[in-house]
């Protein structure tokens, strides 16, 4: 299993930008297809995006399409999220997701295999 660790989360204002940075270890990290998931209070964990081993291919909630963007880096066993123009809806609890091995993308929660322990966002109105 590979181990994940995420970073990068804070206290923003609307309009704002972060990158939030999730760091893998264990095995080989760019055999995974990776992926974003965030949950709100009350609501259920969602997707947010997901991207390939090779960083070729990238899905994106509706939500969030064209405001974020998710990348990797092979090298560095790394996976961003950069978000611009954050909404108070952004506000959540935001997880580094590894798929699990028949996976082609990290769309739904019963595609994960690993999970990271989350980081705090919030975006003020």
């Known amino acids: 299993q590979v181990q994940l660790v995420e970073s990068g989360g804070g206290l923003v204002q609307a309009g704002d930008s972060l990158r939030l940075v999730c760091a893998a270890s264990?095995?080989?990290?760019?055999?995974?297809?990776m992926g974003w998931f965030r949950q709100a209070p009350g609501k259920e964990r969602e997707f947010v995006a997901s991207?390939?081993?090779?960083?070729?291919?990238?899905l994106y909630a509706d939500s969030v399409k064209g405001r974020f963007t998710i990348s990797r880096d092979n090298v560095k066993d790394t996976v961003y999220l950069q978000m611009n123009s954050l909404k108070p809806e952004d506000t959540a609890v935001y997880y580094c997701?590894?798929?699990?091995?028949?996976?082609?993308?990290?769309?739904?929660?019963?595609?994960?295999?690993?999970w990271g322990q989350g980081t705090q966002v919030t975006v003020s109105s």
């Open positions: 997701a590894a798929g699990k091995n028949t996976v082609v993308a990290v769309t739904t929660t019963q595609r994960v295999g690993s």
């Open positions: 991207i390939n081993w090779s960083g070729s291919n990238t």
């Open positions: 264990g095995r080989a990290f760019s055999g995974y297809i």
